[in-house]
């Protein structure tokens, strides 16, 4: 049983930066992928960004050059660090992770609201 717990979100203005966490119960090395991903209001949940092994990070071009996804495997844990937020990155992020049988894991998600 693998648990994903996210932590990091909050509310800021525009232009401000948070670094969301996602914490694994097991070695990040487990698995073949890590993502994140966010939902906003009334919209599909979106990729944000994955890291793989052997691979540089990946982004959906909304957030390339203001977003970067990190890796501490001692601590078991993937970061998300997010700068130059505008509102239009509020939503609900997620952490993914899954490993090479496709299992798939999600965390339960944290807020992020930037208001203008």
């Known amino acids: 049983q693998v648990q994903l717990v996210e932590s990091g979100g909050g509310l800021v203005q525009a232009g401000g930066s948070l670094r969301l966490s996602c914490a694994a119960s097991?070695?990040?090395?487990?698995?073949?992928?890590m993502a994140w991903y966010r939902q906003a209001p009334g919209k599909q949940r979106e990729l944000v960004g994955y890291i793989t092994s052997g691979d540089s990070p990946n982004y959906a071009d909304s957030v390339k050059g203001r977003f970067t996804i990190s890796g501490d495997n001692a601590k078991n844990t993937v970061y998300l660090q997010m700068n130059n937020l505008k509102p239009e990155d509020t939503a609900v992020y997620y952490c993914?992770?899954?490993?090479?049988?496709?299992?798939?894991?999600w965390g339960q998600g944290t807020q992020v609201t930037v208001s203008s």
């Open positions: 993914n992770a899954r490993n090479v049988r496709r299992n798939e894991y």
């Open positions: 097991a070695s990040i090395f487990a698995f073949n992928r």
